[in-house]
């Protein structure tokens, strides 16, 4: 949200908002002052957005990488700082170490799935952020900012497509 | 010229099931489920209290106190002897761990198979899938005859310079009952965030100080959305390959052994199915308490989830037969004489009343009652079959563990299992997990109300001809 | 792995009387707990040999056999690889079966995957519960140990211990002869000889090459058992 400032209207269905964002695309603001907060994922195709980015899926693989790592280190590295024999067994044999190489390469994708949703989301945030507590009850939340001469305009605009608006939001303790 | 035309089936047509009995056709507001939701958590009535006192009382008398007891005592409290160095707590073990395997099923399996009907039921599963490798978890502790070194199997540096055994299965189970148990808790958690959004958006007091800490946050941006929705698939797919492994190592505890009955290289998949087996006869079982004792609940689970889930289970009884008719066809057929000592105990020696019991537990109940519909969408019914077969599992797990272990090639050594202290640990640990199950119920949303929301956006009714057809779409 | 047996034991099936000496040498020399007759009667018993007793025929022809069976000290040990804090493990220098007991955590994987069920658990303090003056018959050269541990027969490896460095001392090899295990020793009639199973010369592998049709229990597992017996030919007298 880079000047003006912020304002959040609320719609009750997709449809609306959806239509408004093109709206609003059309007034001048830019898709990246524009951000659409909801109680369920719309994907950005239903929104005609352009599509987020995200990191998750490297993060995870950077994980699996870690855990297979730290798996090999474990099956081939403790018998040869701590040789025992045991069953006629060789002290380096491969088919065992295939199970821990895949438990803990597996472990290590998806504690990196997790931890990359968290820091990329920049979670835990508890600080003070545009929100309103209606859109868990279902609604759909426009959240853009937009410089003060277009203001008058916009707002007959959203509420002409049936939105209850919210202006000038200030952010809400979530 | 035309096909032989039947007269319509009368009443036929007005037994067609109305579409808006399914949950996903009957959608209501997002507000009104909202409040479904908290209401069903945050109402407790006066028996539930008494409910987690028993509870309390026994998980700290049975399981704490029995447990104390016994790792100072001796293990010789409990009923194992040479040869059955193993009992009733590897059963049990094995018990909960395929309990644990409902969750993934369900949560993992079915999303990825894109099964809707799975969409109000993911979290309570979940929530089995986490409490039953807790409970699960504990027992290869409770079994160790001397529990208070257990943390040499961990490998760490220390200054003995010492590192465990990886080659041991238990070494394997360790690893793998961690990473299932993070795993399970984790893919519990991704989904839970929305939901804990929007508890926190309509409490307050501690309730709110609670969900607001958990929530992490969550507002539901376009941005969080995709994040969230990219790790729930990458959790959904991963978490199943682990799914399965967790339950093949258990098995190849057995295995890997040169015991006769136990040395069978059928026992990864055997286990798997028979653990998905039993998990989703016990989800069935939680549905029903869920629908019985929580406000609200009957409009999310229905007869509908008891209908596809009794399919499911019938499936997965023939899969589990066809496994165990291979193990029994090929001791019998192949007469390896230790095999055969083995087999004997438990077809015609003194396990055969409990050989008995689980054949007709796991086999003939199922096989003759899960066939028909009406019997299925019984909620009641579904629950005590679904119990019928956990006993059944639980049945063949005893067989194997103990059971299988009393013969061997020494006759000379052969002697019975009978459980001692172990029936009063087995009672207390039970009592954790229902105990965790009904305190998680008031803490947490037990239905996951944006998943549902999402599938009724989805699930929309078309008029093809003269009916009117439901249609999914893919909105994902 | 080849077959590398140093120590190994013969075990004469026909010289065999079931007389239990063997047991009860074996119980002094190792300080094996007394379980008491309740624990006793659920098969608790923690002999570390066991005498196999059969019976064949019919009365009054009946044909008693017996066949003692202490850890065959196997050079493939399946109680080995499945102890996840190796508390077992195969001792290359005396290529014996060796078992720590400070070690142990008590998992009780190794007596079940012992395909001759030798392994004993200690399932009590049986110990502490020695009335005096019973406890000054402990061996010092052998620990007591408490409950949660697994054990078994160890080829009296605290004698053998003794005679390296006996012979050590004096600047030498062992020599057959120098090491008998409690229940060799104790045998009346010599059913149980020990000894180095690598020297060709010594007395018991003489007795290995016996062609009284000398057999390895559970051969076909793959175990590669340290104990050699010879089958007895009573039976086939009569």
Same mark, same amino acid.
């Given at each position: 949200m880079s000047e003006g400032t912020i304002h959040l209207a609320l719609f009750n269905a997709i449809d609306p908002a959806a239509e408004a964002i093109g709206k609003l695309r059309e007034l001048g603001i830019q898709d990246k002052d524009m951000s659409i907060i909801s109680s369920v994922p719309y994907s950005d195709r239903m929104l005609g957005r352009p599509m987020s980015w995200t990191f998750v899926p490297k993060i995870a693989i950077g994980g699996f990488i870690v855990g297979l790592v730290i798996s090999l280190l474990l099956n081939f590295g403790t018998p040869l700082l701590y040789p025992i024999r045991v069953g006629g067994m060789p002290y380096l044999p491969i088919p065992p170490t295939l199970v821990l190489t895949f438990e803990i390469s597996m472990l290590g994708l998806m504690f990196a799935t997790f931890l990359g949703v968290i820091w990329e989301s920049a979670f835990p945030s508890f600080g003070p952020k545009e929100y309103h507590s209606e859109i868990s009850n279902g609604r759909i939340a426009v959240v853009f900012s937009c410089p003060a001469e277009i203001h008058n305009q916009v707002h007959d605009l959203l509420v002409a497509m049936g939105a209850e608006w919210v202006h000038r939001t200030e952010a809400t303790e979530l | 010229m035309t096909a032989k035309a039947m007269p319509f089936p009368k009443g036929e047509f007005q037994e067609e099931e109305d579409p808006q009995e399914h949950l996903l056709f009957d959608p209501r507001p997002r507000e009104e489920m909202n409040q479904m939701v908290m209401e069903s958590m945050r109402s407790t009535t006066g028996p539930f209290w008494v409910v987690v006192g028993i509870l309390t009382l026994l998980v700290l008398v049975c399981l704490v106190g029995a447990w104390v007891y016994m790792a100072l005592t001796g293990m010789g409290v409990a009923g194992?002897?040479?040869?059955?160095?193993?009992?009733?707590?590897?059963?049990?073990?094995?018990?909960?761990?395929?309990?644990?395997?409902?969750?993934?099923?369900?949560?993992?399996? %079915?999303?990825?198979?894109?099964a809707d009907f799975r969409r109000p039921f993911t979290r309570a599963a979940e929530l089995m899938t986490a409490f039953g490798l807790v409970v699960a978890g504990m027992y290869p502790l409770i079994h160790l005859g001397r529990v208070w070194v257990a943390y040499w199997i961990i490998p760490y540096p220390n200054s003995r310079w010492l590192w465990p055994n990886l080659r041991s299965p238990l070494t394997w189970d360790m690893i793998a009952i961690f990473t299932y148990l993070l795993s399970s808790t984790l893919y519990l958690y991704l989904p839970l965030i929305p939901d804990v959004a929007m508890a926190r958006d309509h409490s307050n007091g501690w309730r709110y100080r609670l969900y607001r800490l958990m929530a992490l946050g969550w507002r539901g941006t376009e941005a969080e959305w995709h994040r969230l929705r990219t790790a729930i698939q990458i959790f959904a797919f991963?978490?199943?390959?682990?799914?399965?492994?967790?339950?093949?190592i258990v098995s190849w505890d057995f295995a890997v052994t040169k015991t006769p009955g136990w040395h069978s290289t059928i026992f990864?998949?055997?286990?798997?199915?028979?653990?998905?087996?039993?998990?989703?006869?016990?989800?069935?079982?939680? %549905?029903?308490?869920?629908?019985?004792? %929580?406000?609200?609940?009957?409009?999310?689970?229905?007869?509908?989830h008891f209908d596809a889930l009794g399919k499911l289970i019938l499936v997965f009884s023939f899969t589990w037969t066809y496994f165990y008719f291979s193990e029994y066809i090929l001791a019998w057929y192949g007469g390896d004489l230790s095999d055969q000592y083995v087999w004997d105990a438990l077809t015609k020696g003194p396990y055969a009343w409990l050989w008995y019991t689980m054949l007709i537990c796991n086999i003939a109940i199922p096989w003759l009652t899960l066939w028909n519909k009406r019997i299925r969408r019984s909620p009641a019914m579904m629950f005590a079959i679904g119990f019928i077969v956990n006993l059944g599992m639980y049945i063949e797990r005893y067989l194997i563990v103990p059971g299988m272990i009393s013969r061997n090639r020494f006759p000379f050594t052969w002697d019975e299992y009978t459980p001692r202290i172990e029936l009063v640990i087995s009672v207390g640990s039970l009592s954790l997990f229902l105990l965790l199950y009904v305190l998680a119920s008031r803490l947490i949303p037990l239905i996951p109300v944006w998943e549902v929301h999402e599938g009724q956006t989805a699930h929309t009714l078309r008029r093809i001809g003269k009916t009117v057809v439901p249609t999914k779409s893919e909105i994902e | 792995m080849v077959d590398k047996a140093k120590w190994g034991m013969v075990i004469d099936l026909d010289r065999c009387n079931g007389c239990t000496v063997c047991v009860t040498a074996c119980s002094m020399e190792n300080n094996i707990a007394h379980v008491g007759e309740a624990d006793a009667g659920y098969g608790r018993s923690m002999q570390w040999i066991r005498i196999e007793r059969y019976w064949e025929g019919e009365y009054p022809n009946i044909v008693s056999r017996f066949m003692p069976v202490m850890c065959q000290q196997c050079g493939n040990a399946p109680c080995e690889p499945v102890c996840p804090v190796y508390a077992s493990y195969h001792s290359e220098a005396e290529q014996l079966n060796v078992q720590i007991y400070n070690r142990c955590v008590g998992t009780r994987y190794c007596g079940n995957n012992c395909p001759y069920i030798v392994r004993q658990f200690n399932w009590f303090d049986y110990a502490k519960d020695m009335p005096e003056p019973l406890n000054y018959q402990f061996?010092?050269?052998?620990?007591?140990?408490r409950r949660g541990i697994m054990e078994k027969c160890t080829f009296c490896i605290q004698r053998i211990r003794r005679a390296e460095e006996a012979a050590e001392a004096q600047g030498r090899e062992v020599r057959d002869g120098d090491v008998q295990p409690a229940c060799a020793q104790a045998c009346p009639s010599e059913a149980i000889v020990f000894g180095l199973l690598a020297d060709p010369n010594s007395q018991v592998s003489h007795l290995a090459?016996?062609?009284?049709?000398?057999?390895?229990?559970?051969?076909?597992?793959?175990?590669?058992?340290?104990?050699?017996?010879?089958?007895?030919?009573r039976g086939t007298k009569r």
């Open positions: - | 194992v002897r040479r040869p059955t160095y193993w009992g009733m707590f590897i059963a049990n073990f094995v018990f909960w761990i395929g309990i644990s395997h409902a969750g993934t099923f369900v949560s993992a399996i %079915l999303r990825v198979f894109k991963a978490i199943i390959p682990v799914m399965f492994s967790v339950h093949t990864g998949p055997f286990f798997v199915v028979g653990a998905i087996y039993s998990g989703v006869s016990a989800v069935v079982m939680i %549905l029903f308490l869920i629908r019985t004792t %929580l406000a609200n609940m009957k409009y999310f689970v229905r007869e509908e | 061996n010092p050269d052998v620990t007591v140990r090459r016996n062609a009284r049709a000398q057999r390895l229990l559970l051969e076909e597992l793959g175990t590669e058992p340290r104990v050699i017996y010879l089958k007895s030919e």
